[in-house]
């Protein structure tokens, strides 16, 4: 079995890139500079200020980048929470060439290193990319709907919508089995590019995802917002009452194990 520092070596090798820890004031401006041009956000809001990054550094947290010759092409950052976890509070990186989960087995072996068992993040759970990736590619978990959490966020990604989150917890050392896929019902479908809400009242739930809520956003708002919505009431809903998020399918869809 290959350890977390192999995995991770692995990983940034495909990617082309070279991951490190960031200390100085210099690494933390490209950070931000990066930030700025994947987010685009207003001015008083950024993902994360150079100064909180000096603190999260100093204070032991997790500040790194990925460079591929040189040049920063990824980065995450994120602080110590509660226990054994590690609460990984922005990651943003190039789309499709393997950097962000470079930069996550990076951050896994980090943690593992330093007795840290878990990593927690938040994730719009309307992006479909992010979700298959945080519960296929790596096996984290949604454990809780956090409605509206950033409150309304400006910037070129979120387009002044409300910021539902799901919080994801990645268990470092364990692999979540295989969730049934039936009997199910269908919590939420897609229709004519619309969520259409079902039923819930099933062993095993699906709710659907928009194939591109950041294009529906800017073409559609009424569509993004109807989304959003959709998710809140019948994911949001299913989790407070203590059903479990137990993977994600192929077609764009949470498994809801009731």
């Known amino acids: 079995m290959r350890t977390a520092h192999e995995a991770a070596g692995e990983a940034a090798a495909k ?126 978990r949604p454990v809780e709907y956090l409605p509206n959490f950033y409150g309304v966020m400006g910037d070129a990604i979120n387009e002044g919508d409300e910021s539902d989150r799901l919080l994801a917890l990645w268990r470092l050392t364990e692999r979540p089995e295989e969730p049934p896929r039936e009997p199910y019902t269908v919590g939420v479908s897609v229709q004519g590019g619309r969520p259409v809400i079902g039923r819930v009242d099933g062993a095993v739930v699906l709710v659907a995802t928009p194939p591109d809520i950041e294009s529906l956003r800017r073409a559609d708002p009424g569509a993004g917002r109807a989304w959003r919505l959709a998710l809140r009431e019948v994911l949001g809903g299913l989790m407070v009452r203590g059903s479990q998020v137990a993977g994600f399918t192929e077609n764009g869809e949470y498994v809801v194990i009731n």
């Not at 909180?52 to 997790?62: C, D, I, K, N, P």
């Not at 500040?63 to 950052?77: D, P």
């Not at 590690?86 to 190039?94: D, F, K, P």
């Open 15 to 140: 990617a082309g890139v070279t991951i490190r820890e960031l200390h100085e004031i210099g690494e933390f401006v490209q950070v931000y500079r990066l930030f700025d041009d994947i987010w685009h956000p207003d001015p008083g809001n950024p993902p994360v200020t150079v100064e909180l990054m000096v603190g999260f550094a100093h204070a032991g947290g997790y500040v790194a980048g990925a460079f591929e010759r040189g040049t920063l092409a990824g980065a995450s950052v994120g602080f110590r929470a509660d226990g054994t976890t590690l609460h990984s509070h922005v990651t943003g990186a190039s789309i499709g060439r393997g950097i962000g989960l470079a930069l996550k087995l990076h951050q896994r072996a980090w943690c593992l290193e330093r007795g840290l068992t878990e990593i927690s993040w938040t994730f719009d759970p309307l992006v479909r990319r992010n979700a298959r990736f945080n519960l296929t590619k790596l096996g984290a």
